[in-house]
């Protein structure tokens, strides 16, 4: 297995967007709090909806989007197809970074790797033969009137090189088409989502999981990922259920640049 091709490296790119930190993090951000938590990105109550008129508005760099995105993907709710893993449910909210008011009919787009660490459209990078569609764990929403896109996915896998995450895209005044897609729009965020390093741990563990060989790498020491909590990316997650293999549910709210 060879890494990640480097005339796309997933590096960071200039320009900068805004994420707004919900709940424990918001919290500690607007006390100036220097200490990062053990278990960043965790949460052990039940999921509750990311609220922007609570937020603390902290700008991060955006991400690029890295080797291996699809043009003009599903517009659907569900992204799994046919891939095992554990559920991951994402309520991802968008908000204009000035106002903090929600973008509706917004389109929240991702893309991720299989448990295996392989990407539609080109399985085998990570090394494994599977069957190739190029769209598995693909696709996106339309926000509601509230800025809230909700996309039903699986716990992502991981390549070599890069820790577990999810690449995600914002675009406004999209066009649906016929065949389920969308075209034209204006893209406004470009970036990715983390996962709590002991989480993954447990994820990581279970069967479907550990068939996926190649090394993992932390959080702690991703090339992408700077130790910013929910202003880099990371995701605050809720168990679905008492075992690891119920999933979980991921929440983030995102303010982006309009002007």
Partial sequence: MTETPKKHPDTPIGRRTVLLATGATAATLAVGAAVT??????????????????????????????????DGQYVRSDIREDKTGIPLKLTLTVVDDDTCAPLKNALV????????????????????????????????????????????????????????????????????????SFTGGRELHTGQLFFAETITARVAALSTYKVNTVP??????????????????????TPLGSTTSAGYAGTLTLGVEQG
Avoid at 48 to 68: F, I, M, N, R, S
Avoid at 216 to 237: E, F, H, N, P, Q
Wanted: with cysteine.
């Fill in 37 to 70: 938590p053990a278990d960043p990105g965790t949460q052990e109550t039940g999921p509750t909806a990311p609220v922007a008129a609570a937020a603390v508005c902290t700008l991060t760099k955006e991400l690029t989007e890295g080797p291996y995105y699809l």
């Fill in 216 to 237: 993992r790498t932390t959080l702690a020491r991703d090339s992408i990922y700077d130790d910013g909590g929910a202003a880099s990316g990371l995701l605050t997650l």
């Fill in 109 to 180: 787009e991702i893309w991720h790797c299989d448990a295996l660490g392989e990407y539609s459209g080109f399985v085998g990078d990570n090394g494994h033969d599977e069957p190739d569609n190029g769209t598995f764990l693909r696709g996106g929403v339309l926000t509601d009137a509230r800025g809230v896109a909700a996309i039903t996915t699986v716990y992502p896998g991981w390549y070599r090189g890069r820790c577990v995450h999810i690449h995600i895209k914002v675009h406004t005044n999209v066009t649906l088409t016929p065949d389920g």
